[in-house]
């Protein structure tokens, strides 16, 4: 139902449906998977596949076990095996006559509302040319202070960025269940989550295998930004043939419902931010104002928590620290630690110079509740 009404579609691969516990390429799969690929554009639809396996595959090359790789020699690593993958890819899906680009993506590129712009623009002329971009974060020069650290996370923020209709994780579960069900012969598959709440947080145990880098836990960190950006998001089993054709058909998966449609890109984009650089802490008083729709202020400001610059994310926390809403800071952090409670006509005389009266200014903010 929700792939079938969806115009543009992300479709996450995870390493383990590209090679298998043995370390064999699983090139049968990937065929199948081209034919769904196929059909889709048939639909007349926009693909993107966010595509792990690059270090997976560089590991198959030179004969090295990831569990044991450092960060500088995982970065060598990906560059040998995001040639394989790239190969592995062009191979199957020239057969099926599909026309395929890449994207490399590092955080900053989407975190920075200008390039994440020109992202965008790529991904709109790559459809009108009729191709397919497969995107995978630049793990070659990404720092552990500077990754997604999952491409769960990765494939949500590309949908965002792309104004996709839905998002895919293929993986190697058929989606949430009401109880693990390793342990539980009558855990139920649920197919449908409008709130992620106390009980979806704790059925998402982290697992991690061989070659993944997450497990469940990343997976509904990727729903809470489809969530806030409007997108559908579906977790779905990717192990057997024609995965795609499976949902169509039966719907054996997770869907997680948009709770957000009507923002304008710049306010997803602003929501959607995987890694918020600070948090301000605020009052009742302020937390009634956001609430009526206004710009929050330096008096309202109890705390300044992390490290930001001028326009950086920051998070908007009440007294309960309870997440309110998110925005784009108009001061650093240091300026805002010498302003927070004070009248906005003493700021110009605190900082000794004139600035503007807001520290988020009401189009720079989201409201996450």
């Known amino acids: 139902m929700y792939l079938e009404d969806s115009k543009t579609v992300v479709i996450k691969i995870g390493s383990s449906l590209l090679i298998n516990e043995d370390k064999i390429i699983r090139e049968k799969w990937l065929s199948e998977f081209a034919k769904d690929i196929k059909f889709l554009q048939k639909l007349k639809k926009n693909i993107i596949i966010v595509s792990s396996g690059a270090i997976a595959l560089g590991c198959k090359k030179l004969k090295l076990n990831k569990k044991n790789l450092k960060l500088d020699k995982s970065q060598a690593v990906a560059s040998i095996g995001q040639i394989e993958l790239m190969n592995l890819f062009k191979k199957i899906f020239n057969s099926k006559k599909i026309n395929l680009s890449q ?64 998002l895919i994780l293929l993986s190697d579960v058929n989606g949430v269940y009401s109880k693990d069900p390793k342990l539980n012969k009558n855990a139920e598959l649920i197919h449908e989550i409008k709130n992620i709440d106390s009980k979806i947080e704790r059925i998402a145990t982290r697992s991690i295998g061989e070659h993944g880098t997450g497990g469940m836990k990343t997976k509904i960190d990727a729903a809470k930004i489809c969530q806030l950006s409007g997108c559908y998001m579906a977790i779905s089993n990717g192990l057997i043939n024609r995965p795609i054709q499976n949902i169509l058909k039966d719907n054996s998966c997770t869907w997680f419902l948009p709770k957000i449609s009507k923002l304008d890109a710049r306010k ?31 008096a309202g400001i109890k705390q300044v928590k992390g490290i930001f610059n001028k326009g950086d994310h920051v998070r908007i926390l009440d007294e309960n620290m309870t997440e309110f809403a998110r925005g784009l800071s108009s001061f650093t952090s240091d300026e805002i630690s010498k302003i927070k409670g004070q009248h906005s006509n003493k700021i110009s005389g605190l900082l000794g110079y004139i600035s503007k009266s807001e520290v988020i200014h009401k189009d720079d903010m989201v409201k996450v509740q």
């Open 103 to 166: 994207i490399l993506l590092t955080l900053e590129d989407t975190e920075q509302r200008r390039r994440a712009i020109n992202a965008k623009r790529t991904f709109e002329n790559l459809f009108n040319l009729g191709f397919v971009p497969i995107v995978n974060e630049n793990d070659s020069i990404a720092t552990t202070e500077i990754k997604y650290g999952d491409n769960d996370r990765l494939a949500s923020r590309v949908a965002q960025i792309s104004n996709a209709d839905c």
């Open 268 to 298: 997803k984009w602003i929501i959607s931010s995987i890694s918020p650089k600070g948090q301000l802490i605020i009052d009742a008083g302020a937390l009634n104002a956001l609430k009526n729709g206004k710009s929050l202020l330096a």
